[in-house]
Structures are given as C-alpha cells and as structure tokens.
C-alpha cells in the first residue's frame, strides 16, 4: 500500500475512533436531537446559513466516515428545516458523504482487494457493467440495506463515481422524504422503528424491485421484438438442432444426446471439422515426419551417422491420411448415430429462430423446427488483397493437404505468408522435410502473441534450420510465381514453386441464415458470456463465436452451450476463459497460459519473473533437447500463479500441470511440495517453484536457524 494510502486509512481509522471515543454518537440519539430541537430552531432563526451550513457537513462527514446517527440527523433535518428544506439538505449530502465513502473505499482497499480475488471482482465488475445501475438502485431504494456498506462495497467495483452519486441519490431520495417528513413530526416519534411500519417496509420493498422487475419486463419485451417478424410453432421437431460437426458441434450434441435430448447435427463438409481433416490432426502428423528427418540429419549427437533424409514426400502424405483415418471413426456419422444423434450430412440454413432447413447432398431439402440451435459453423482462411496472389495459384491450410497429397517431391521452393503458430509450425515442417522455405511476417516478430524472448528463440531455430524469416517484411503482390514483398521503402522478390497463406482464420458468418435474420456479427459472431445470440434461443460456439481458436476452447464452450440452450430456463452458465492453454507445436514447442510478460504489464498486473534454464535439466541433457526455459510470473511476495510460459521439448505436455494449479488456486509451493519421476521433464515445472522458493526464502527466520545451529555446535 503507498503513502498515501496508509496516511488516508490511518486519518480515517483515527476520525472514526475520535467519534467512539468522544462518545459523540450521545449526541446523535432521539432523546438528544428532541431535547435541542428547540434550541436549534431559535439558532436557525438567527444565522441560518451558518447552521445550514453546519449541518450540511456534519450530515456529509457521518455518511463519509460511515458512522452511525444519519438516521436521527435526517430526522433532525425535518424537524429543524421543515420537509422540503430538509429533504433538499439531506438529499445532496447524503448523496456527497455516500460519494466520499466510495471513494475511499475505491483508493485504500480496491487493488489490495482486487489482488486477492481477482476472479470473484472481475466476475463482479463484468455484472456492475451489465446491470450496476439497476441493482444499485434497488439497494438504495430498500432501506433494509445498510447504506453505509453499500457505499464500501460499491467503491470495490469498478462503477463509475458519477453514475455511484446520481444513482444513490435517485434511489435514496424516497426513503429521505419519509424520515425528514417523520422529523417534521418529531414529538410523536418515540423510535426509529416507529417510522417504518409494516406497510411502508412493504412499499419500499416494492419500490426496490422495480427496477429488477422494470429489467426483466424489459427484457421480455426485447425478446418479443426480436421474434416478432416470425410465427413460433406450436411443437418442435427436435430439442436441439447443432451447425457443424467440428469440435464444437461434435462435443456439443455429444453433450445433448448424452441427457437425452433429441438432437440433429448437421455437416456440410467432412465429419470431424478443421481439426481432423486439415488442421490439429495433419500438422502435428506432418510435424512428425519433420522431425525425424530432422534426428536423422543430426543422428550425430547421438553416435550414428549422419544422413541426408530420404524423404518420401508421397508415402508422408499419404500417412498424414492414414493418421486422419485412424481418428476419424472417433468423429464419424456411425458413431454418433450410436450415441443418439440424428446426423445428417447437408447444408444448414437456419430460416427463422426455430426452424433449420437442410439441404442434403443431392439436393433435396427438408424443414426441422427446434427449441434451441447451436451454431458451430467454424473459420476459413483469411486471404488477403495481394494483387496477383490468386493468379500465383496459393495454398491455405484448407486446401494444402489435397493439393500436395499426390506430389511427389515436398515443394522445392516453399514461402509462406504468415508468422502465427500455424505459418511457424509448417515453416519449420516444410524446411525440415527438405524445402527451401521463407518465411514472411509484416510485424516485427514471428509468433507475437507470445513474449518477445519466445519469438526471437524460436525465430533462430528456425533460421539455424535454414528458414528464412522476414519480419517486418510486407508482402505486396506477386509477380508469376515471385513474392514481392517490402521492408521499409525497399522492395525484394522472392521466388517461390508454392506459396502458402497463413495470416489467420475468419469465422464463417455468411451463407447460413445470419444475414436473414440479423444475427449480430463483427469479426465473429457476437455472443454473450452464455454464448447466447441476439436471439435467446440461438447459441454459438467455436471458432465462429471466438475469442479463442483452439480446439479446446471450442470444446470447452460447447459444455456451455448445450447446457443453456437445453435448461437455460432452469439457469443459465457463463463460459469461463480465465485458464486457457495455448500450445505451438514448434521444436521446441512453445506453451503458455494465463499471463505473459507482455500482457501483464499492459494490463498492469504487478508481478516477478521467475526463469528455470532447461540447460540444468538432467532429462533434458540425457535427451539433447536442454535449449528451452520455463517463466512463472507471479504476484511479488505472494505464491500464486499468474501465467507460465514453457518453450521446451513436449511443452504442451508439461504447461499442464500449470493449468490444473492456476484452475485450481494452487501456488508454486504446491507444485515443490509434490514428488515428480526422476528424470522427467515434468521435473522443470518442480524446479522453477523452486527457483521461486530460493527468491523467497524466509531471510530472517534462517538467521535464527543459523544462530541455532552454532550454538548446537558448542
Ligand atoms: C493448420 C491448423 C492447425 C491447427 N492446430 C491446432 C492445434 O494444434 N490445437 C488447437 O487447439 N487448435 C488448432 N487449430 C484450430 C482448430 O482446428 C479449430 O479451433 C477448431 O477446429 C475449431 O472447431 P469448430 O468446431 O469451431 O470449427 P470447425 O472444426 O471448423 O467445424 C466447423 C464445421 O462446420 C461445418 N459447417 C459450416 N457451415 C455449415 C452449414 N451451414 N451447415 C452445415 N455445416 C456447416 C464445416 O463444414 C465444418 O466442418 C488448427 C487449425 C489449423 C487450420
């Protein structure tokens, strides 16, 4: 905590002990004010301003420092200054005090607070963003709540002062003319209890719930607007009809037949989706391949000799295939029609909010009406505006696989345009099957989502591999089968015999029934935490939907999904992205969750580095693969995770034990304390708790240990 800080709570603690100790709160009783009543009303006669004045402080400095008495102040108020002066008085400074409370309570103890529960306040500040106003008001409006608290507890969140202040006087405004009205009739009150009789508590109680009431009315009526162009039928074909047999889709009617629920998945394309047919499944069996070519051309380190791969480029290909093959039944049509899912292979369009129609391989179409629908659409390849790009025939990761299945030779003269995961992984693949491969990137770095260290690591790999890597290079067009790219004001040509686009993946948001029924889209289809669309019955998941695109995510949203599109009624579940693994399948692969270096600092999360070199790993030595490191970030001074960065051999393997503990709450300590095989990989994780152990170690106590130790020897 600064300075600062300490002297504002210390000067508050010490305000608030003044007013106990002095026992000032004798003079804030009804007894007290109905025995100065007189007095006051002949000092108000004769300096009004002065006593207006007064009060209006002494009003403002009791809510402020969240003392007691602002009841009986109120009812002074009526009693001194009549209903409406007093109201006025009142009104503005209990509102100013509340103001000042939540400011306080903002400055001294929202970061400490934020800091320990970091996910219960974010969780908090996203609802203040949704429906702060309306809760707030509800809390003012029901004198049941301690205002005092609602003021501490508002400065927690992360609501706006003005909207707090005007917000709070709004909502305390009735209860205000009640009090300053019941002051105006002071000699007949003997307690406070006296001024909320059962039917005023019930009013009140009302007036609370309206807004809630006032938001859900609202919220009907918005969902009546939205369905209003279409006619709802009467009965429903299917509980659930799901676009797309990808991750999301699979998992989601997976999910849905699993509780019994009558569920169509509908796939356009190849049962399986990206993943299995041209992305996870193909890159990683590719990636193998690539990699013992690279083991045989260095079997050297390992006491055999050397060669030059013979590669197959062909019979590669075709165990790409096989290896899709192998996991296919895992996706197929048999199989979920065994589970209890009505699979049809067509186009999908949705046609109005309940009804899909699906058109199937030969063209014959057939209507399905369903309560919910779950759209698992997925991404494409985005290609950008290079003129003369097409012309020069270009690859993405969609059509790779086919195009090269039947080569003979790996391309001889391969660049690709792109430096996130999927461009690095095929850069390396390709070059270490043999291609003359170049890499070009317009940023200034290859894999920029990971800390700069990580891609300078890997962008000299990659380069000690022969890969050609331009960052900061901007391809501008292609001239035959030459890329002409910038760096600067200087223009370079490269040549190439295949050229592939890898700038990302964008959600497949037309085609499918979106635009007729004006269903929100940006870069992908926007959803709520609930991944519910505009319309409350239509939901979606995966790469269409974002913010991830990994497989996992998508399969993890798919839960969600499934669950509120069919008990949604009942409640419903908000997808939770706070531990999201991220892998890329280079050598060494690159691993990481939660915080990097960079987005700590932009988000200005304080924390300490902590660095374990895979050089000291005794497995890593035994297995020539000891270039890499492992980074902890973690809060100064406390043992909690707060994101891990692993470039290692198997990287993607070893981050989990990190997502199971930053799911979980556990610190490093937890993972020191817990027997890892001896020699492992997994032994990297132990170690870099323990590097983080050593910079924390208790100094002082140690001290006592030491004197201990030499007076044992004596
Ligand atoms: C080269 C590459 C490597 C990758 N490697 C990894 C990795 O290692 N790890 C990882 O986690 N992720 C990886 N990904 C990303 C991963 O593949 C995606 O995140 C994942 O497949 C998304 O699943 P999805 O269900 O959202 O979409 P998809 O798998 O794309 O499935 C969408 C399906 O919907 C179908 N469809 C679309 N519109 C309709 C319609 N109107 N009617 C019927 N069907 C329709 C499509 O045909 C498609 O089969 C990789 C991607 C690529 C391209």
Request: charged share 20%.
């Amino acid at each position: 905590m600064s300075l600062k800080k300490v002297g504002l709570f210390a000067f508050l603690v010490a305000a608030i002990a003044a007013f106990f100790i002095l026992d000032l709160g004798a003079y804030l009783t009804l007894e007290s004010l109905k025995a100065r009543q007189a007095d006051l009303a002949i000092l108000l006669d004769k300096r009004p301003l002065v006593i207006i004045g007064g009060f209006f402080l002494l009003y403002v400095a009791t809510t402020a420092l969240s003392l007691p008495g602002a009841v009986i102040l109120t009812l002074a108020a009526g009693a001194v200054f009549g209903l409406w002066l007093g109201t006025l008085i009142v009104s503005f400074a209990s509102a100013i005090g509340a103001s000042l409370a939540f400011l306080s309570s903002r400055y001294v103890l929202r970061d400490w607070v934020k800091a320990r529960f970091e996910k219960r306040i974010a969780a908090i500040d996203r609802g203040i963003e949704k429906d702060g106003i309306s809760y707030l008001l509800t809390l003012r409006l029901i004198p049941a709540f301690p205002f005092f608290l609602i003021n501490l507890a508002m400065g927690l969140t992360k609501m706006r002062l003005l909207t707090f202040h005007v917000v709070s006087q709004i909502g305390m405004l009735p209860g205000t003319l009640v009090f300053v009205n019941a002051g105006t009739q002071l000699a007949a009150i003997d307690s406070t209890g006296d001024i909320l009789r059962p039917a005023l508590i019930g009013s009140f109680v009302l007036l609370g719930l309206f807004p809630l009431i006032a938001k859900w009315i609202i919220g009907l009526v918005k969902q009546r607007r939205v369905y209003k162009k279409f006619r709802r039928p009467r009965r429903f074909d299917r509980n659930l009809i799901v676009i797309g047999a990808g991750a999301g889709g699979l998992v989601t009617a997976y999910i849905a037949a699993a509780v019994r629920a009558k569920v169509t998945l509908v796939e356009a394309g190849t049962m399986g989706g990206d993943c299995l047919n041209t992305g996870c499944i193909p890159s990683k069996a590719l990636i193998r391949s690539a990699r013992l070519a690279h083991d045989i051309r260095h079997a050297d380190e390992f006491g055999m000799a050397s060669a030059e791969p013979a590669v197959d480029f062909k019979a590669i290909m075709a165990r790409v295939r096989g290896v899709i093959a192998t996991i296919a039944p895992a996706d197929s049509v048999e199989r979920y029609t065994e589970l209890g899912v009505d699979v049809r292979l067509g186009h999908a369009t949705i046609v109005d909010p309940w009804t899909v129609e699906i058109t199937d391989r030969d063209g014959g179409t057939q209507r399905l009406t369903t309560r919910s629908i779950v759209i698992a659409a997925g991404a494409e390849p985005a290609v950008p505006d290079i003129p003369g790009l097409a012309g020069a025939g270009f690859l993405t990761s969609d059509t790779m696989w086919d195009a090269l299945a039947t080569r003979d030779a790996v391309p001889r003269r391969l660049t690709i345009i792109g430096g996130g995961p999927i461009g690095t992984e095929m850069a390396q693949a390709f070059a270490r099957l043999g291609s003359a491969v170049t890499q070009v990137e317009a940023g200034p770095r290859i894999l920029s989502n990971e800390d700069e260290e990580v891609s300078i690591f890997i962008a000299n790999i990659l380069r000690g591999e022969g890969v050609d890597v331009r960052t900061g290079h901007e391809a501008v067009r292609c001239d035959g089968k030459s890329l002409i790219v910038k760096s600067g004001d200087a223009e370079t040509s490269i040549a190439f015999d295949d050229i592939i686009v890898a700038v990302g993946r964008k959600a497949r948001l037309s085609g499918y029934g979106l635009e007729t029924l004006g269903i929100e889209t940006g870069k992908t289809l926007i959803v709520d935490e609930t991944l519910k669309t505009l319309y409350p019955n239509i939901f979606a998941v995966g790469d269409v939907a974002g913010p991830y695109q990994f497989t996992h995510v998508a399969a993890h949203q798919a839960w969600y999904a499934a669950v509120n599109a069919l008990f949604g009624v009942f409640r419903t579940f908000r997808a939770d992205y706070t531990v999201i693994p991220w892998t890329t399948f280079t050598d060494p692969e690159v691993a990481h969750v939660g915080h990097t270096v960079a987005t700590a600092k932009a988000a200005g999360v304080a924390h300490d580095i902590v660095r374990y070199d895979l050089g000291h790993l005794d497995r890593a030595v035994a297995e020539g693969a000891n270039k890499g490191f492992v980074t902890v970030l973690v809060p100064p001074g406390k043992d909690k995770i707060l994101g891990v960065t692993i470039v290692a051999a198997h990287a993607g393997e070893l981050l989990a034990e990190f997502v199971l503990a930053m799911k979980h709450g556990l610190g490093l300590g937890k993972i020191l304390g817990t027997i890892h095989s001896y020699p492992t990989m997994a032994e990297a994780n132990k170690y870099a708790a323990g590097e983080w152990k050593k910079a924390n170690q208790p100094e002082r106590l140690l001290r006592v240990v030491e004197r201990y130790h030499r007076w044992r020897r004596k």
